[in-house]
Structure formats: C-alpha cells, structure tokens
C-alpha cells in the first residue's frame, strides 16, 4: 500500500533511497529528501506491506506541467527484492494519477520499461 510520505519517516526514506548509486553522498541525499519535502511538485510516497508497519520501499515523482509524472527514485529494502514489489508499486502509483502518463529519468528509464512490458 503506497502512502504519502510523513517528515516522521525521514530516516526510513534516506536509509532506502541511499541505495542509488547518486545518492551515496550524503550532501546528495539530504538535498534529495529536502526537495521531496519542499518543493509541492514533487512527492515522495512509503509503500508497506498491509500485513506490517515496516516501510519497503519508497518512490519519488515531480508532477509536470503537461498531464506527466516524471518518477525519479525507486527503492527496495533488500530484503524485499525479487519479489515483484516494485511492479506492484508501480501498479498503485498509476492508480493513484489515473490519467496521467509516467515517464522517467536517464536512472530510472530502464526500469520504467520494464515495469511497461510487465504490464
């Protein structure tokens, strides 16, 4: 279940989204969170699993001006990983903007079509 993230989640969230490769810096990472907190495009949502209160994963999305999301960070806890959690996150986040399209950035576009040919 994909939930809007809370600031009381800050530490959940940098300890998943440090897993990129770009975000191992800390000064990056902190600017990263501080920019889903900030600025109202942009949205960062926690995904648990309905049976626990443990965060998963955790995605990040800017909404642009023509009817797109642009899905900028995906990450799984490792030990969640192969299990096909990221799809069923990807499935949730399109129901929750119906009709909108996502697209994706030079690190998250292979993924996106992956996510589109499991579709």
Excluded at 15 to 39: M, P, V
Excluded at 93 to 117: M, N, R, V, Y
Aim: with cysteine; net charge negative; charged share 25%.
């Amino acid at each position: 279940m994909l939930t809007h993230y809370r600031k009381n989640q800050r530490k959940i969230a940098m300890g998943l989204l440090s897993f990129h490769e770009n975000l191992k810096d800390q000064q990056h990472l902190l600017k990263e969170i501080d920019t889903y907190e900030a600025d109202e495009r942009y949205q960062l949502y926690c995904y648990y699993d309905e049976s626990s209160d443990n965060v998963q994963g955790v995605i990040g999305i800017s909404q642009l001006d023509n009817n797109e999301l642009m899905l900028h960070d995906i990450s799984l806890n490792p030990s969640y990983r192969g299990e096909g959690i990221s799809m069923l996150m990807m499935e949730e986040l399109q129901a929750l903007h119906p009709d909108q399209k996502i697209i994706g950035t030079p690190a998250t576009s292979a993924f996106l079509a992956k996510w589109q040919e499991h579709r």
